[in-house]
Nanobody
């Protein structure tokens, strides 16, 4: 089970750090992804990190602003979000990659409840 936390209300240009805690499994065995879903939109890929943390992938819209990392000793994956924009407003979810492309939500499992990020203009 995965639980995302750390969301909140922030002004444009601000920062937030999201956490994704895994329970009942060793998260280091799995690549992990962050996705976001705004109202009325499909779930979109944000970032991915491999099981060891050696490899990361980002959506073009967040490159240079967001950083994904992990602490396998704590079974936790993080998403540092800087220079936030109103268009980043969404519910953010973490999930474990099961198979297939890192960009597609269909390849992930163990979705948590998500955490809401709201960026005011």
């Amino acid at each position: 089970q995965l639980q995302a936390s750390g969301g909140g209300l922030v002004q444009t240009g601000g920062s937030l750090r999201l956490s994704c805690a895994a329970s009942g499994r060793t998260s280091s065995s799995y690549g992990m992804g962050w996705f976001c879903q705004a109202p009325g939109k499909e779930r979109e890929f944000v970032a991915y990190i491999s099981g060891t943390g050696a490899s990361t992938v980002y959506a073009d819209s967040v490159k240079g602003r967001f950083t994904i990392s992990r602490d396998n000793a704590k079974n936790t994956v993080y998403l540092q979000m800087n220079s936030l924009k109103p268009e980043d407003t969404a519910v953010y979810y973490c999930a474990a990659l099961k198979s297939g492309s890192v960009f597609r939500a269909s390849g992930y499992e163990s979705w948590g409840q998500g955490t809401l990020v709201t960026v005011s203009s």
